[in-house]
């Protein structure tokens, strides 16, 4: 893409670095802005569209459960074509669908649409973080990745404030929001990446891998969220759950045997890279489903207006834009270790608070566990990705990125299919529609005691993930980073972990 034109940019410059993080660090806030415009614009969607839970979750999670199964493939074609087209062709599709999103005259046609973005979407999230470790050496790595996240941060800040505001023009908006950030995305990325590893020509997709590995998430996203609503019995719920169990193991058989497999699992014989992996995976599923639950708590349970919840949601990413960088530069001076299990404690203390809340708990006490929340992630997520993208070989980096953000993004789906069983196992149906929809605003007529209740169970349930997250943090021995053909140990800071 536009691969033909002259780059303003040397990619030999030592300059050029800093703009491929200022590419992808476009890429990264158009994702964060549209993943927090959608939420806080959802009870307008159900309103206006009339639709249901059902619908909902997949408006929500029907992106991600594409973006998850992709990215591998995406990864490894860009290993094969390149890195830089790959990440601009994401540009495109996701701008093409989001025009396309904007213009659905009904919520299948909003969830057809939403399924081809999370094409782009892959492309995107499975080439940045290769694109960023290619360009920076890895003593400056923890640092790129950290002011990564903090752009991600303040996405996460003002999509939400920005989609209150978007939702009074209609939420429709939202989406048109996303085209003249895309646009730009489009030509930065066309004029100034350049291709710096050579790759292979020869494609070759897994397609057995692939379906296999979409059967198992689809699986058991379909029962946790629907399980509390149809019944946990429901003949296509415990289907779901075998589909799971059935397909996962069939999928890791294939993978090991394959020779050209969706998921390289010879890159988890390094320990770092698989505890380091497995620590976002965990990472994912406590935080998640907070802003999820959050979004209907404000405007339903409290009965606020899209903006005034967004600005209350402020406080979430406020500690994630804040120590990120930080984080990022502790983490190339001191490893990784320390940082990525303080980060994963904090963030549960984050959620033990939120397990105290009710309909009337004062804002200063939400806004200290939500702050605490984002703090934790802010310590935990640049560490952590540096000391898991330090260990890959440079060919291999496509497919690493994919791998990372394939487990990260099925802690996405995993976090709020059990957000949404969790809460509607715990109360009427019809009731949860008229809270989620913003139709029901406080307790005038029900109690929210059952909606309370589930919202401290999903929260337990990621002090649950957080805690062990931690725990297996602590298992991923001395960083470490690839250098020429091997992956040699270094000491930490002066000394081992």
């Known amino acids: 893409m536009l691969s033909h034109l002259r780059h303003p940019v040397d990619a030999t410059a030592p300059n050029y670095r800093w703009w491929v993080l200022v590419v992808t660090s476009i890429g990264a806030l158009m994702a964060s802005l549209t993943s927090g415009t959608l939420i806080i614009a959802l009870p307008d969607i159900l309103r206006d569209l009339h639709t249901d839970i059902f619908s909902l979750l997949w408006i929500v999670v029907g992106y991600t459960l594409v973006a998850t199964v992709l990215v591998l493939n995406a990864g490894r074609v860009a290993d094969m074509v390149g890195r830089a087209r790959s990440y601009t062709l994401g540009f495109v599709i996701f701008t093409a669908s989001s025009v396309l ?167 988890f014989c390094d320990r770092l890279y ?114 898991v993208m330090g260990v890959v070989p440079p060919h291999k980096r496509g497919v690493g990125a994919g791998t990372r953000m394939m487990l990260m993004q099925s802690g996405f789906v995993v976090s709020i299919a059990l957000a949404i069983g969790l809460v509607s196992a715990s109360m009427d149906p019809k009731v949860l529609l008229a809270v989620f929809s913003g139709t029901q605003i406080g307790g005038n007529g029900i109690s929210l005691a059952p909606f309370i209740n589930a919202l401290h169970l999903a929260f337990l349930a990621g002090v649950v993930a957080s805690v062990l997250g931690a725990l297996v943090s602590l298992m991923r021995g001395e960083h470490r980073s690839y250098e020429s053909a091997d992956v040699r140990a270094a000491p930490e800071g002066g000394s081992a972990e």
């Open 101 to 267: 999103c904007a213009l659905a005259p009904d919520a299948t046609q909003l969830i057809a649409w939403r399924l081809v973005q999370g094409v782009g979407g892959a492309l995107l999230m499975a080439n940045a973080t290769a694109l960023v470790t290619d360009a920076f050496p890895r003593h400056e790595l923890g640092r790129a990745l950290g002011l990564n996240a903090m752009v991600l941060g303040a996405g996460s800040i003002m999509g939400p404030i920005l989609g209150g505001w978007l939702t009074g023009f209609g939420w429709r908006t939202v989406f048109w929001f996303n085209v003249p950030i895309g646009l730009v995305g489009v030509a930065a990325a066309g004029l100034i990446l350049v291709e710096q590893v050579s790759h292979d020509k020869k494609v070759e997709i897994d397609w057995v891998g692939s379906v296999l590995y979409f059967v198992g998430l689809m699986g058991v996203m379909i029962s946790l969220a629907f399980g509390g609503i149809y019944g946990w019995t429901t003949w296509w719920v415990i289907g779901g759950f075998l589909g799971f169990l059935v397909a996962t193991p069939v999928f890791l058989w294939v993978e090991w045997h394959h020779h050209a497999p969706l998921l390289d699992l010879s890159l």
């Open 274 to 387: 698989a505890m380091g992996n497995l620590t976002g995976f965990l990472n994912a599923i406590a935080r998640n489903g907070v802003l999820f639950l959050l979004v209907f708590y404000f405007q339903g349970a409290r009965g606020e207006d899209p903006v005034t919840a967004g600005i209350m949601l402020a406080p979430l990413a406020i500690g994630l834009i804040v120590l990120s960088p930080i984080s990022g530069v502790l983490a190339d001076r001191y490893g990784s270790r320390a940082l990525a299990t303080l980060g994963m404690v904090i963030t549960a203390l984050g959620l033990v608070g939120l397990m105290t809340i009710d309909a009337t708990t004062p804002y200063w006490q939400l806004a200290l566990w939500q702050l605490i929340v984002g703090a934790g992630s802010g310590i935990f997520n640049s560490p952590n990705t540096s000391a």
